[in-house]
């Protein structure tokens, strides 16, 4: 067993939504709750969603209705409600005067919107997607960094009774494209351009180049002029002191449609409904993040990924201020991120592990140099963790007082599966326990369940916001998720249940290593190298071998005063074979200047891998920095059995 690095006083436990929740339910302890939700799913839910209070306009009849099938599960029969007026309209109501979000922009600027306002916003961009033809069911596209203009888009969107589609405001015009086409967009909201490190990003001019690709009816633009599209500020201005009504929609009525990239073929648009997808997010953001009602709340994100609408919609149905940052974290100044929480006295901060490795590199005395003290949490998802960044972000960032919400779930889950809360004790890199109601298994090839050894994630029973299916592809959907186990959703992640009850990751089951019959996982090799004090970031990737199976090789991105030699790359084997053990030595370790990652800073191994083989890498879409890819072809030619290669 590991040491644990947060054990919680008896103020914090007293405090914690979790223990709230449980003594609604008649419990004591949050491991209570979850023995509950998986003892009496029906009655968990039905009495948690009660608890939450979300202003349903007719309450559910049944809470789960399995009669097509467990992949076809839907909840909260006979219930209608509409998940803008859960998370604005009904604080508008309560609290109109609090604040909603607080947008920081990358020049320093504020703005604020209080729930009120918010509200107003909402309803007039309501009516002016109306007057455009956008009516219930349609699908609404939105191509915008975090802050109002996106977070009014997708309450409007959500209260005329239409679909949101958000995608990466950084996304490639063929990958906006794509998305259009899949889904028939009617309607996209997007900026005119937005700023990265100082440098104006043209975002209306790539969404027309995707129009063009895949015709849309009406561009809504926010900022900018001169374009032959409509005007955010004009059609607001246009219904000033009016406001759409309120679609009250059943409560499987689609919502959002979200993309996720797949490993070959076009991108799988995940459907979630207005019922299952509030209540899973309300209860996320009031348990694992810990959320109330006067808190401040941060994740670093883009409301293209899930994180985004996780945290709009957790914060906002928990009647959080949402805060925004629309920049880079490290520019103008590597403390920016920091300095953003004393700002804001932020409460709450979401990060990914990459994110803090990148900003660990800059030393200790930048966080230690600004005010934390209203933080009680850090979140944290996106990938593993390797222990060296995580007890840094926890000792030197949090001063060994703000545990690490690590949580982990994805596109296709709506939220989380796996989770840490503040009432537990928590160990390095850990997930905890299972969110409550998520019922979750590790398995070996052949189905059975493994305690303390690594195997595949599934999950055994359906949740309120898992996906109703991808739009237009049921069959895929049930290949990609329901086929491998009968009756269990397979979710693509090695994981270990450790005998003591918390869980670990260990990357995605498709980047598996074979190595000479001995199964490993990326993350193992990449925890190594980063442990190293030179290498800012590490990615690890099997290769076809005629005699191991497979062979390994590492790409590695150096701390900026470091140079990349033989000594180097000698003592970076070492450590390997330190930690994993002779066999386990890399055939090669290379040094590029960046790594394929997504906006969410997630490594895009299968794509290294198609590089080195000279594959089609699938779906890439979903890069940031495709042009990372050309730097890997340069360093990377496969020669036989190199030793080490470096670049510099």
């Known amino acids: 067993m590991s040491e644990h690095l947060w054990i919680p006083d008896a103020e914090t436990i007293d405090q914690a939504q979790s223990t709230v929740l449980a003594r609604h339910l008649g419990v004591e302890t949050y491991e209570d709750v979850l023995a509950l939700a998986l003892a009496k799913p029906e009655r968990f839910w ?19 209705d399995t009669s097509a099938g467990l992949p076809w599960a839907t909840w909260f029969g ?12 009904q604080h508008a109501e309560r609290r109109g005067a609090h604040e909603a979000i607080v947008v920081e922009h990358e020049d320093g600027s504020i703005e604020t919107r209080t729930f009120a306002e918010l509200w107003a916003e909402v309803g007039r961009l309501g009516l002016a997607l109306q007057s455009l033809g956008v009516g219930e069911g349609d699908r609404v596209a939105v191509v915008l960094p975090m802050g109002v203009e996106a977070t009014a888009a997708i309450y409007a969107t959500a209260r005329i009774g ?53 015709p849309v009816a009406h561009a809504i633009i926010v900022g900018g002029s001169g374009h032959d599209h409509h005007d955010y500020a004009t059609l607001i201005a246009n219904h000033d002191g009016a406001a759409c009504e309120t679609v009250w929609a059943d409560s499987e009525h689609p919502v959002f449609i979200c993309y996720t990239s797949g ?16 209540v899973k997010l309300a209860l996320e953001a009031r348990l694992a993040a810990n959320l109330r009602p006067d808190d401040r709340a941060m994740w670093f994100t883009d409301m293209g990924w899930i994180m985004g609408p996780w945290i709009t919609i957790g914060a906002h149905a928990s009647g959080v201020t949402m805060v925004c940052f629309d920049g880079a974290p490290d520019w103008p100044d590597p403390a920016r991120l920091w300095q953003l929480a004393e700002r804001h006295r932020l409460t709450f901060l979401g990060v990914s592990p990459t994110l803090i490795r990148a900003l660990q590199s800059h030393g200790d005395e930048l966080p230690r140099s600004v005010d934390l003290s209203a933080l009680r949490a850090f979140g944290s998802t996106g990938e593993p963790w390797n222990p060296e960044p995580y007890t840094w972000l926890f000792r030197v960032v949090g001063d060994s007082r703000i545990p690490i919400v690590n949580i982990s779930g994805g596109t296709e889950i709506g939220a989380v599966i796996l989770g840490c809360d503040v009432t537990l004790p928590m160990t390095a890199c850990s997930l905890g326990r299972p969110i409550p109601g998520m019922d ?25 916001s898992m996906t109703r299916g991808l739009w237009n592809a049921p069959e895929r959907y049930l290949e990609a998720y329901w086929n491998r186990y009968d009756g269990l959703w397979t979710h693509g992640d090695w994981a270990t249940h450790e005998q003591d009850g918390e869980w670990f990751l260990h990357g995605r089951s498709d980047d598996t290593l074979n190595i000479a019959g001995k199964r490993v996982g990326p993350a193992e090799f990449e925890s190594a190298l980063v442990s190293d004090p030179a290498i800012a970031e590490a990615c690890a990737v099997g290769i076809p071998h005629p005699i191991k199976g497979e062979s390994v090789h590492c790409f590695v991105v150096l701390n900026g005063s470091e140079a990349f030699d033989d000594a180097l790359a000698l003592r970076l084997r070492h450590t390997i074979e330190r930690d994993l053990g002779p066999a386990f030595r890399p055939e090669r370790i290379l040094a590029v200047t960046e790594l ?53």
Not at 46 to 64: A, H, K, N
Not at 78 to 89: D, E, H, P, Y
Not at 263 to 278: D, F, S
Not at 442 to 458: F, I, Y
């Open 46 to 64: 039905d009495e948690t969603t009660r608890w939450l209070d979300l202003g349903w306009q007719t309450p559910w009849t049944t809470v789960l």
């Open 78 to 89: 006979g219930g209608r409600l509409n998940l803008a007026w859960s998370c604005v309209g």
């Open 162 to 214: 239409a679909i949101a589609v958000p995608i990466f405001s950084g996304f490639s015009a063929f990958a906006i494209a794509t998305r259009f086409e899949d889904c028939a967009v009617k309607v996209v909201i997007a900026q005119d351009e937005s700023a990265r490190r100082g440098c104006p990003v043209p975002v209306r001019a790539t969404v027309e180049e995707a129009m063009a690709i895949s």
């Open 263 to 278: 490993t070959t073929g076009k991108p799988k648009g995940a459907v979630h409904v207005h019922g299952g997808l509030l």
């Open 440 to 464: 979750v298994d590790v398995l070996d090839p052949d189905g059975n369940s493994l305690v303390d050894a690594v195997g595949e994630l599934v999950i055994s029973r359906p949740w309120p």
């Open 596 to 648: 394929p990652k997504t906006r969410s800073q997630k490594i895009v191994r299968r794509a290294v891998r198609a590089v080195l083989l000279d594959e089609d890498p699938g779906d890439l879409s979903t890069l940031e920095n495709p042009s990372s890819l050309v730097g890997i072809r340069a360093v990377s030619p496969i020669t036989p059995h190199p030793d080490v290669h470096h670049h510099s």
